[in-house]
């Protein structure tokens, strides 16, 4: 994994589905984990291993990963999933994504 | 439940070092991988870098120059050295316990502690 790209920004209605993309060459071949950041606090794992949920975060956190994008939906998003979100692969270095902002409007 | 702090001056001068130490709550210092992630004011996560006790060391390609990450067992700490520091390295510096399975997680951070390259 040498470079991950993510939209700087996001907008979703609260109750509607979110989906957050995270590119990169061949990703599809490795695995991706996501992270949550709320102003001010430390980032919280939400999604490793593409698609598994650490205990305590909400089922309506779900990911995928297949060709060159790897993707962190929210399925009826809340007022409290506004943050940032960074993805992050392992291949021989851990590299993170930019970062996407989530606004719930 | 396992707990990490960061520790540390917050204010270091341009060209010293920077060095943190993060104190774990945890048994099993040996079986993971002990890692340092920093974020520059208003941008994104960057890796710094790991410690396991078996696997040695692994330091990200544009810092690996100017850093060292040692593990403590005696005090349950690992430590953070960062050479001839500039504005640049001012940031949020956060300790994580790093998980391994088919991917390496961070799935223990500690509160983060800012540190700021200023003369």
């Known amino acids: 994994s040498s470079e991950l790209s993510q939209p700087p920004s996001v907008s979703v209605s609260p109750g509607q589905t979110a989906s957050i993309t995270c590119s990169g060459d061949k990703l599809g071949d490795e695995y991706v984990c996501w992270y949550q950041q709320k102003p001010g606090q430390s980032p919280v794992l939400v999604i490793y291993e593409d698609d598994k949920r650490p205990s305590g975060i909400p089922e309506r956190f779900s990911g995928s990963n297949s060709g060159n994008t790897a993707t962190l939906t929210i399925s009826g998003t809340q007022a409290m999933d506004e943050a940032d979100y960074y993805c992050?692969?392992?291949?021989?270095?851990?590299?993170f994504g930019g970062g996407t902002k989530l606004t719930v409007l | 439940q396992v707990q990490l702090q960061e520790s540390g001056p917050g204010l270091v001068k341009p060209s010293e070092t920077l060095s943190l130490t993060c104190t774990v709550s945890?048994?099993?210092?040996?079986?993971?991988?002990w890692s340092w992630i920093r974020q520059p004011p208003g941008k994104g996560l960057e890796w710094i870098g790991y410690f396991h006790y078996r696997e040695g060391t692994n330091y990200n390609p544009s810092l690996r120059s100017r850093v060292t990450i040692s593990l403590d067992m005696s005090k349950n700490h690992f430590s953070l050295k960062l050479n001839s520091v500039i504005a640049a390295d001012t940031a949020v510096y956060y300790c994580?316990?790093?998980?391994?399975?088919?991917?390496?997680?961070?799935?223990?951070w500690g509160q983060g502690i800012q540190v700021t390259v200023s003369s």
């Open positions: 992050q692969a392992w291949k021989s270095d851990i590299v």
């Open positions: 945890s048994d099993s210092i040996r079986d993971y991988f």
């Open positions: 994580a316990r790093g998980e391994i399975e088919r991917v390496l997680y961070f799935d223990y």
